[in-house]
């Protein structure tokens, strides 16, 4: 499986979209042709949410929103509907939209015919929208959640996330698993300590900011006014 994840980080928050292609022996979908052999596409928009498309229709809307002001690309992208459907025409019905930070991400699947039809008929070629002002819901990349076998959980979380047990001593791979947690807790006024997350005692540390500024507004400095050690632990499904 090739993985190509693109996204624009920056200190505002902007939208991170990403796609996954899957092998392209497996193009196992199509599009819906009216009985006058119309392939026609509505209109839709992608931006900030969390989402998994891997359906044709959203797929191809999402390639015809980046294509849209490219009559070459949007040429190749009906001409390939055609081929690989049997449509005689094919329409773009309504506003088409991607969020202005993720715009470049559909360039990839335009590398050439095979990977543009790979991507959107091929139910294991995925697109994924989001965005870096929160973390992913847990899992949120794992297609096939009955391989893992075992749940973690952080204190002032409700959410799981699931992991392997060979993952169970893979430091690196749990402080990526607890930090994600961490970004959906109650706790929104604490912030990561640095270097916070303890493999050993499993806790992860966080802290209550104060910024002082001077009596002209410049800022100097931030206290520590609270710190809290959160607990996660591990539990076999």
Same mark, same amino acid.
């Given at each position: 499986?090739k ?7 920056e200190?505002?928050?902007?939208s991170?979209?990403?796609?996954t292609l899957?092998k392209?022996s497996?193009?196992?979908t199509?599009?819906?042709?009216d009985p006058d052999?119309c392939a ?5 928009g992608?931006g900030?949410?969390w989402?998994v498309?891997d359906?044709?229709e959203?797929k ?6 980046y294509?849209q002001r490219?009559?070459d690309?949007?040429?190749r992208?009906?001409?390939l509907?055609k @081929?690989h459907?049997?449509a005689?025409?094919v ?5 088409f939209?991607i ?5 470049e991400v559909?360039?990839?699947?335009f @590398? ?10 091929n139910k294991?070629s995925?697109?994924?929208?989001g965005?870096d002002?929160?973390?992913?819901p847990?899992?949120?990349?794992d ?6 076998t075992h749940r973690?959980?952080l204190?002032y979380?409700?959410?799981p996330y699931l992991?392997l ?5 893979d430091e690196?791979?749990?402080s990526?698993v607890?930090q994600?947690?961490w970004g959906?807790?109650?706790?929104? @006024?604490?912030s ?9 005692n ?8 104060e ?8 800022y100097l ?6 710190k809290?050690?959160l ?7």
């Amino acid at each position: 499986m090739k993985v190509i994840r693109k996204g624009v980080f920056e200190t505002n928050s902007s939208s991170t979209h990403s796609i996954t292609l899957g092998k392209e022996s497996k193009l196992l979908t199509s599009l819906y042709v009216d009985p006058d052999g119309c392939a026609c596409i509505s209109g839709k928009g992608f931006g900030w949410g969390w989402q998994v498309y891997d359906d044709a229709e959203s797929k191809a809307a999402y390639c015809y929103a980046y294509a849209q002001r490219d009559q070459d690309l949007v040429d190749r992208l009906i001409n390939l509907i055609k @081929e690989h459907t049997g449509a005689k025409s094919v329409i773009f019905e309504g506003e088409f939209y991607i969020d202005h930070r993720s715009d470049e991400v559909c360039g990839c699947a335009f @590398e050439n015919d095979e990977a543009l039809e790979n991507f959107i008929f091929n139910k294991e070629s995925y697109l994924y929208t989001g965005n870096d002002n929160e973390a992913e819901p847990p899992n949120f990349y794992d297609k096939d959640l009955s391989i893992f076998t075992h749940r973690v959980y952080l204190e002032y979380t409700t959410l799981p996330y699931l992991i392997l047990e060979s993952q169970i001593h893979d430091e690196s791979h749990l402080s990526y698993v607890v930090q994600t947690l961490w970004g959906h807790t109650s706790l929104k @006024e604490y912030s990561l300590d640095l270097n916070g997350f303890d493999f050993q005692n499993k806790t992860l540390s966080v802290c209550k900011y104060e910024y002082v500024y001077g009596q002209d507004g410049k800022y100097l400095r931030k206290d520590v006014v609270d710190k809290k050690l959160l607990k996660f632990n591990i539990r076999k499904i």
